[in-house]
């Protein structure tokens, strides 16, 4: 089948939507989409029905609210079409417009960092009409997918898509307020839009299954590295292997069916890493399409004899995974308020809009670290491949030059431009090259009409980034156009603000090398926050700054926000101690064995050459001692690992517990896995009882 045929064929799209529902429908349903507000139930009907009717149509047998629970991972109970058999037997299908609207699972299993107790178990989930529903097969049949938020009884949030929407709102207020002093009258609403690259790896999924690590925490807690690893760059942009081909090829007809624009795939740094990125969306769509994507990305391999995975740092000493987060704001009638034109240095809109995100990113560096925290995140941040643990800004040089510009003078008069490139030869096609390179480096570049967040983990939800971004532009925005509002001569107002902006948060603008040393020496200078763990960026959500600013916009609640507080205490403390128990698991059941059966093997060998009388076991001897070395230290560090992980789960705070098992199981961890990875490379490779790292990432 041809794309474009295949593309949204799954999903209740506005063509559908148009071709189904009655006009006034439609447009009822589009005015909610755009301006807010309520849908009647009668409207409700109408669409559920025609929903209905679709997804049998299209083979479907049940409905589902899918939700974004605090888990990390989505959720959904399935509802057959069915009503209640009639005294003849007969069923009709149904879905009424309440049913669309609003779902009630039983919620009391689902984090809610202390907000319900599980005596008040209500949850909704309340339908979101801007996601467009589709139908999903699986093995469970066809089923009519409907996006929802995930509300408490009391209509606190105790999902990802609720603040998210939330953020989106006061965004768009925010812009729309600043580009009214511009003489801007058109606009009605301004959108964030989101586009998302994810990378992960594929590996072969028997030997997979042969790593409990892998299986039960989703990366390795041991393994030597290979002779090979990643340095000779042949991996990253190299031709895809043909059953890696085939793998994506099913992903892509998959995801466009879905709607999911997929757009690019290629091989990553890392061997068996590679990285999907489809074209971006309205915020809340592309990040539930993210959640598609990391779904697809599973099952599909599953059906190839591979397995996709997505934690963070599935290799020690191999390059992990990231999801970058592209993010602008462009209104309804198209205008991205993130694009600086030709000519940045007279754009006076533009250089509004991006002092005001140096002042918020500056203001709210800790809370834009902590919307990227997550279990995994911890051993890629700061490591030399994914961006430090500290935010600053890349401009690149064009912009930092006009921002010194206005510093200096208050105004800029020329901006340094692109040019041409020369390569040289005479055939090749001339080009314009952009006025910056890139930078890898940085936490959050500018790149062109955009700002590329690239913190975030690869198996993390992207909303709490988002909501971040929304929620500081919006407050920005606001607190300049309090200013500006009230100004007499706006012009002369808006450019002292602008260099007043300038001037005070330069401080968070670096474009240098962001994998150096000096740049963390240089930082703490500046005084910027440097958080390097899960549990040092946790406080930001609740520091007085971050309840004013979500309070302020309606965003969190103090209630929810001590609530997500716990809930990502609560999370490091379960991924590390489930990781040290599988670590204990493998070293006592699998590796000290492995190595006592080495030793034992070595030891009659000594016995063996040594009654010859022929000659010493010289050889035997030698890789006995050291091996004997690492025994007793692997055996030493295994119990120091059991006694250290008990006293942790006996505690009851989960703050203090939470930074127990950072400071002091980890390290315990750490000591364990180092005698276990020598061991691996002594002894003989048809007794260790795992796949080695090389078998995982150079044979899929
Ligand atoms: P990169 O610059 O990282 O090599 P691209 O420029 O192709 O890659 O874009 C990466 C992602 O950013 C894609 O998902 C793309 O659709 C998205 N993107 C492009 N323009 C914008 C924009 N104005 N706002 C948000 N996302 C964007
Ligand atoms: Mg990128």
């Given at each position: 089948?041809?794309?474009?045929?295949?593309?949204?064929?799954?999903?209740?799209?506005?063509?559908?939507?148009?071709?189904?529902?009655?006009?006034?429908v439609?447009?009822?349903?589009?005015?909610?989409?755009?301006?807010?507000?309520?849908?009647?139930?009668?409207?409700?009907?109408?669409?559920?029905?025609?929903?209905?009717?679709?997804?049998?149509?299209?083979?479907?047998?049940?409905?589902?609210?899918?939700?974004?629970?605090?888990?990390?991972?989505?959720?959904?109970?399935?509802?057959?079409?069915?009503?209640?058999?009639?005294?003849?037997?007969?069923?009709?299908?149904?879905?009424?417009?309440?049913?669309?609207?609003?779902?009630?699972?039983?919620?009391?299993?689902f984090?809610?960092?202390?907000?319900r107790?599980?005596?008040?178990?209500?949850?909704?989930?309340?339908?979101?009409?801007?996601?467009?529903?589709?139908?999903?097969?699986?093995?469970?049949?066809?089923i009519?997918?409907?996006?929802?938020?995930?509300?408490?009884?009391?209509?606190?949030?105790?999902?990802?898509?609720?603040?998210?929407?939330?953020?989106?709102?006061?965004?768009?207020?925010?812009?729309?307020?600043?580009?009214?002093?511009?003489?801007?009258?058109?606009?009605?609403?301004?959108?964030?839009?989101?586009?998302?690259?994810?990378?992960?790896?594929?590996?072969?999924?028997?030997?997979?299954?042969?790593?409990?690590?892998?299986?039960?925490?989703?990366?390795?807690?041991?393994?030597?590295?290979?002779?090979?690893?990643?340095?000779?760059?042949?991996?990253?942009?190299?031709?895809?292997?043909?059953?890696?081909?085939?793998?994506?090829?099913?992903?892509?007809?998959?995801?466009?069916?879905?709607?999911?624009?997929?757009?690019?795939?290629?091989?990553?740094?890392?061997?068996?890493?590679?990285?999907?990125?489809?074209i971006?969306?309205?915020?809340?769509?592309?990040?539930?399409?993210?959640?598609?994507i990391?779904?697809?990305?599973?099952?599909?391999?599953?059906?190839?004899?591979?397995?996709?995975?997505?934690?963070?740092?599935?290799?020690?000493?191999?390059?992990?995974?990231?999801?970058?987060?592209?993010?602008?704001?462009?209104?309804?009638?198209?205008?991205?308020?993130?694009?600086?034109?030709?000519?940045?240095?007279q754009?006076?809109?533009?250089?509004?809009?991006?002092?005001?995100?140096?002042?918020?990113?500056?203001?709210?560096?800790?809370?834009?670290?902590?919307?990227?925290?997550?279990?995994?995140?911890?051993?890629?941040?700061?490591?030399?491949?994914?961006?430090?643990?500290?935010?600053?800004?890349?401009?690149?040089?064009?912009?930092?030059?006009?921002?010194?510009q206005?510093?200096e003078?208050?105004?800029?008069?020329?901006?340094?431009?692109?040019?041409?490139?020369?390569?040289?030869?005479g055939?090749?096609?001339?080009?314009?090259?952009?006025?910056?390179?890139?930078?890898?480096?940085?936490?959050?570049?500018?790149?062109?009409?955009?700002?590329e967040?690239?913190?975030?983990?690869?198996?993390?939800?992207?909303?709490?980034?988002?909501?971040?971004?929304?929620?500081?532009?919006?407050?920005?925005?606001?607190?300049?156009?309090?200013?500006?509002?009230?100004?007499?001569?706006?012009?002369?107002?808006?450019?002292?603000?602008?260099?007043?902006?300038?001037?005070?948060?330069?401080?968070?603008?670096?474009?240098?090398?962001?994998?150096?040393?000096?740049?963390?020496?240089?930082?703490?200078r500046?005084?910027?926050?440097?958080?390097?763990?899960?549990?040092?960026?946790?406080?930001?959500?609740?520091?007085?700054?971050?309840?004013?600013?979500?309070?302020?916009?309606?965003?969190?609640?103090?209630?929810?926000?001590?609530?997500?507080?716990?809930?990502?205490?609560?999370?490091?403390?379960?991924?590390?101690?489930?990781?040290?128990?599988?670590?204990?698991?493998?070293?006592?059941?699998?590796?000290?064995?492995?190595?006592?059966?080495?030793?034992?093997?070595?030891?009659?060998?000594i016995a063996?050459?040594?009654?010859?009388?022929?000659?010493?076991a010289?050889?035997?001897?030698?890789?006995?001692?050291?091996?004997?070395?690492?025994?007793?230290?692997?055996?030493?560090?295994?119990?120091?690992?059991?006694?250290?992980?008990?006293?942790?789960?006996?505690?009851?705070?989960?703050?203090?517990?939470?930074?127990?098992?950072?400071?002091l199981?980890?390290?315990?961890?750490?000591?364990?896995?180092?005698?276990?990875?020598?061991?691996?490379?002594?002894v003989?490779?048809?007794?260790?009882?795992?796949?080695?790292?090389?078998?995982?990432?150079?044979?899929?």
């Open positions: 089948m041809k794309v474009d045929v295949m593309f949204g064929e799954e999903v209740f799209n506005d063509r559908v939507m148009k071709a189904r529902l009655p006009r006034d439609f447009e009822k349903l589009q005015l909610v989409r755009e301006e807010g507000g309520q849908l009647d139930l009668a409207t409700a009907d109408v669409i559920a029905r025609e929903m209905k009717d679709w997804a049998i149509e299209k083979g479907a047998t049940h409905y589902t609210h899918w939700f974004q629970p605090l888990t990390g991972m989505t959720a959904e109970k399935h509802d057959a079409f069915i009503s209640a058999p009639t005294q003849d037997g007969q069923v009709v299908l149904n879905l009424s417009g309440k049913e669309l609207i609003k779902g009630e699972p039983d919620a009391s299993s984090p809610s960092g202390g907000i107790a599980t005596f008040e178990a209500r949850g909704y989930t309340i339908w979101d009409c801007t996601s467009p529903a589709f139908v999903r097969r699986d093995e469970c049949g066809a009519l997918v409907i996006p929802t938020a995930f509300c408490s009884y009391t209509g606190e949030a105790l999902d990802q898509k609720t603040p998210l929407l939330r953020s989106m709102e006061k965004v768009s207020q925010a812009a729309i307020r600043l580009v009214r002093l511009f003489g801007n009258t058109t606009s009605q609403h301004v959108k964030p839009s989101v586009g998302i690259e994810q990378e992960y790896f594929i590996l072969d999924r028997q030997k997979y299954l042969a790593r409990r690590d892998l299986v039960f925490t989703g990366r390795t807690l041991f393994g030597a590295m290979p002779p090979k690893g990643q340095e000779m760059d042949d991996h990253y942009f190299g031709t895809i292997r043909p059953r890696i081909a085939a793998y994506m090829h099913e992903v892509n007809e998959e995801l466009w069916k879905k709607g999911v624009p997929s757009k690019t795939q290629h091989n990553e740094v890392a061997p068996a890493q590679h990285e999907l990125a489809p971006f969306e309205t915020a809340n769509v592309a990040v539930d399409h993210n959640q598609v990391m779904q697809i990305l599973r099952r599909v391999a599953t059906r190839h004899g591979l397995k996709c995975v997505l934690h963070e740092k599935p290799f020690a000493g191999v390059n992990g995974s990231g999801k970058h987060n592209n993010w602008s704001l462009t209104t309804d009638d198209g205008i991205n308020l993130l694009n600086p034109g030709k000519n940045p240095h754009n006076l809109q533009f250089q509004l809009v991006l002092a005001c995100m140096l002042k918020a990113v500056d203001t709210h560096a800790d809370l834009l670290r902590e919307s990227a925290a997550d279990v995994g995140n911890d051993l890629r941040l700061g490591a030399n491949e994914a961006p430090p643990a500290i935010i600053s800004v890349f401009l690149g040089e064009q912009l930092e030059e006009m921002m010194d206005i510093i003078t208050g105004s800029a008069d020329h901006i340094l431009k692109g040019g041409k490139l020369e390569t040289g030869v055939s090749l096609t001339d080009v314009h090259k952009d006025a910056t390179d890139r930078n890898r480096t940085s936490p959050f570049a500018f790149t062109g009409n955009k700002f967040f690239r913190m975030a983990g690869s198996r993390d939800s992207v909303a709490s980034p988002n909501v971040v971004l929304n929620a500081i532009a919006a407050e920005a925005f606001n607190e300049a156009c309090d200013e500006l509002e009230k100004a007499d001569d706006f012009e002369t107002a808006c450019r002292a603000l602008i260099r007043r902006y300038m001037s005070e948060h330069k401080r968070i603008v670096f474009n240098g090398n962001g994998y150096s040393d000096e740049w963390v020496e240089e930082a703490t500046r005084g910027l926050p440097n958080l390097r763990s899960m549990v040092d960026a946790i406080p930001a959500l609740t520091s007085e700054k971050s309840i004013r600013l979500f309070g302020n916009a309606g965003i969190f609640t103090k209630v929810e926000l001590e609530s997500r507080a716990e809930i990502q205490y609560e999370t490091y403390v379960k991924a590390i101690n489930i990781e040290s128990l599988t670590m204990q698991q493998m070293a006592g059941r699998q590796f000290i064995p492995a190595m006592m059966a080495y030793a034992g093997e070595l030891g009659e060998q063996l050459v040594e009654k010859t009388g022929i000659c010493e010289y050889v035997q001897r030698d890789i006995l001692t050291e091996l004997g070395r690492h025994l007793e230290a692997a055996h030493k560090a295994l119990r120091a690992l059991e006694k250290v992980t008990k006293e942790a789960q006996a505690m009851t705070d989960v703050r203090e517990q939470a930074n127990f098992y950072h400071e199981v980890v390290p315990a961890m750490e000591e364990l896995r180092a005698p276990i990875d020598a061991a691996e490379l002594i003989d490779e048809k007794l260790w009882p795992v796949p080695s790292y090389a078998d995982l990432i150079f044979e899929v």
